[in-house]
């Protein structure tokens, strides 16, 4: 993101600060819900404690954040495609989040503006470049 530094800088951020609050989160909630959400929002959900929620945080939003931020960081050909992939995977999430448990969490607000950052600053940075993927 040589050409565009202050808004490549900016995306590896918001990608780095998402990527730690869902480590955070996700490890929280596989152990024993040490983060306190509250256990009535499980009812009506498929889920009977927070540890699956916990796992699949690590795994739709932590997991896509960094390898995109490392594929920023090293200018990897395919870190258009994986910005795009982590930010559609945070909004993912939140929408998601309210559809499945249908309850309002103050960080929800924040969490789907990072994600639609993420798409902004991807495009920014990566305006006028193709999108690749991975092996291409």
């Known amino acids: 993101f040589a050409g565009h530094r202050v808004a490549g800088v900016a995306l590896v951020a918001v990608?780095?600060?998402?990527?730690v609050g869902a480590v955070f989160g996700g490890v929280g909630l596989m152990?024993?819900?040490?983060?306190?959400?509250?256990?009535?929002w499980l009812a009506g959900t498929p889920?009977?404690?927070?540890?699956?929620?916990?796992?699949?945080?690590l795994l739709v939003v932590a997991t896509p954040m960094i390898?995109?931020?490392?594929?920023?960081?090293?200018?990897?050909a395919w870190a258009?495609?994986?910005?795009?992939i982590a930010g559609a995977a945070q909004i993912g999430w939140?929408?998601?989040?309210?559809l499945i448990f249908q309850r309002y969490f103050f960080l929800q607000p924040i969490m789907l503006a990072a994600g639609l950052a993420v798409l902004g600053l991807a495009w920014w940075v990566h305006r006028g470049e193709p999108i690749r993927l991975p092996g291409r």
Do not use: H, K
Request: overall charge negative; glycine content about 6%; aromatic content about 18%.
């Open 15 to 19: 990608e780095c600060f998402v990527a």
């Open 31 to 40: 152990a024993d819900n040490a983060i306190g959400m509250l256990p009535e």
């Open 47 to 57: 889920f009977t404690s927070w540890f699956w929620p916990g796992v699949f945080l």
């Open 67 to 76: 390898v995109a931020a490392v594929a920023e960081i090293t200018g990897r």
């Open 80 to 84: 258009y495609a994986a910005s795009l």
């Open 94 to 98: 939140i929408v998601a989040q309210w």
